[in-house]
């Protein structure tokens, strides 16, 4: 039997809460063991200060200091007290233009600098098995291109079917197991040929307390991660019922 003790939850709560105040009570709430919470930038510090027993994670860092307006390094949240970033959501490749090479640079940033990177991959639209899992490999083979296989076991890979995201309450977007799980397999099979190493992989896409346990109690799959319902306070409540249980 799996041991759900094992399993990583991963809450990025994109570009939310608006308010300070809001994003202390997310905090508050979320605060448990085996929990990675990734708040916007301008709340890490604030975050770190209340988690006792989560720990401090980032949604993106460029790969330098210096003359870029408006970016925050990876250096800078490694200095606030993030040891993990998310790199390569597809929110970032899509509405920012972020291209697997760019993503790739800071994957080897972060792990120079000692942060785990979480690297999400996944295929845009609903396909074939055939062709999403050729459209994921490529996508993982770019976005890792040049990493030392002695780093590799620090990344923590997210597959994330970019038409499962943001699905809701009404989980109309749900991906079903049977059609994921080949697809993990053959990430984990493709990762262990690049770097000689079982890579942990977490699931994300419309995860919700109705269905997470799908996710959770499978064997290929390390952990969740949670957009949408990681900024609902009384989503929050429900699932960490499951997870503690
Ligand atoms: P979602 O987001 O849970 O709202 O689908 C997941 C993600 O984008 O990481």
């Known amino acids: 039997m799996n041991n ?6 991963v809450m990025n709560w994109k570009c939310n809460p608006t308010s300070i105040s809001d994003a202390r009570n997310i905090a ?3 605060d448990k063991k085996k929990i990675i919470i990734c708040p916007p930038a301008v709340f890490l510090n ?3 200060g209340i988690l006792k027993n989560a720990t401090l994670g980032a949604q993106d860092g460029y790969v330098k200091e210096g003359s870029f307006t408006g970016e925050y390094s ?7 007290g993030a040891k993990y970033v998310i790199l390569g959501h597809s929110e970032r490749r899509i509405i920012f233009n972020e291209t697997s090479e760019d993503i790739a640079k800071k994957v080897i940033t972060a792990l120079d600098i000692g ?3 979480i690297v ?3 295929e845009k639209k609903k396909n074939n098995l055939t062709s999403s899992i050729k459209e994921i490999i490529t996508q993982m083979e770019k976005s890792l291109d040049g990493v030392e296989a002695i780093k590799a076991k620090k990344i923590i890979l997210a597959y994330e079917p970019v038409w499962a995201i943001s699905g809701g309450d009404a989980n109309i977007n749900n991906a079903r197991i049977e059609d994921i799980e080949p697809i993990i397999k053959a990430v984990i099979e493709k990762f262990k040929k690049m770097f000689g190493c079982v890579p942990k992989i977490l699931y994300g896409g419309s995860v919700s307390y109705d269905n997470i346990n799908t996710y959770i109690q499978n064997q290929y799959i390390q952990g969740v991660l949670i957009g949408s319902a990681s900024v609902d306070k009384n989503k929050i409540k ?3 019922t499951i997870i503690k249980n």
């Open 4 to 9: 759900l003790k094992e399993k990583i939850i």
């Open 28 to 30: 508050v709430i979320s």
């Open 46 to 48: 604030i975050v770190k």
């Open 74 to 80: 990876l250096k800078q949240i490694k200095n606030i």
């Open 115 to 117: 942060i785990s990177p």
């Open 120 to 122: 999400c991959i996944g």
């Open 238 to 240: 429900k699932i960490l």
